[in-house]
């Protein structure tokens, strides 16, 4: 393959709770490449995970989303994004409570900045939810990945409590909204 027919992938950031739910989801979605669990906001080099559960670090769970722009764009990505997660809560998400666990939108470039502020702005006129949306749009600095056995948690691990009491029911509410959007 010649540069001229080269794919320009992009990439996408998003705390949204735990993110094993959010790799979960966002690995369905047609145009998604790779999906990397992962910690993003916070000021240490090279976390680990024992040190981002202490809500001590600045970091955030994260997702970062490879995905292929000509397929599913920035905007898509943002109201899966907005659709799957309570962005009303302040530091938690269902029982996972603490700053790791925020609703956080990191940019990679002014359009991605805007395009975020836009339907946050555009959510909060609508007022979509009862209570005002706490959701950070920040520039990303910096993301370090989690640890191997972070990475596909759900796909691995399917029968595990948390996989089919919290997981599993957010999977089948995002398939049932994003029929069309899902990979064959």
Not at 14 to 31: A, H, L, M, T, Y
Not at 33 to 48: C, D, F, L, Q, T
Request: aromatic share 14%; net charge positive; charged share 25%.
């Amino acid at each position: 393959m010649n540069k001229k027919n080269q794919i320009k992938l992009d990439t996408a950031t998003f705390g949204q709770g735990c993110f094993w739910c959010s790799q979960s989801i966002f690995e369905e979605v047609k145009g998604v490449k790779k999906v990397i669990a992962g910690y993003a906001g916070g000021e240490i080099p090279n976390p680990s995970y024992q040190q981002v559960c202490s809500g001590e670090t600045g970091y955030a769970e994260v997702v970062q989303v490879i995905f292929n722009p000509k397929e599913v764009d920035y905007i898509t990505l943002l109201e899966i994004f907005w659709r799957t997660h309570n962005p009303t809560t302040l530091n938690r998400q269902g029982a996972d409570v603490g700053t790791q666990y925020r609703s956080v939108i990191f940019f990679n470039d002014k359009i991605q900045q805007k395009e975020a502020l836009s339907i946050k702005n555009l959510l909060e006129t609508e007022k979509i939810w009862d209570r005002p949306i706490v959701t950070e749009i920040t520039a990303l600095t910096s993301f370090y990945p989690a640890e191997e056995y972070h990475q596909d948690y759900y796909k691995k691990n399917p029968a595990a409590g948390y996989c089919q009491f919290v997981i599993t029911p957010k999977i089948e509410k995002f398939r049932k909204i994003f029929k069309s959007r899902l990979k064959k």
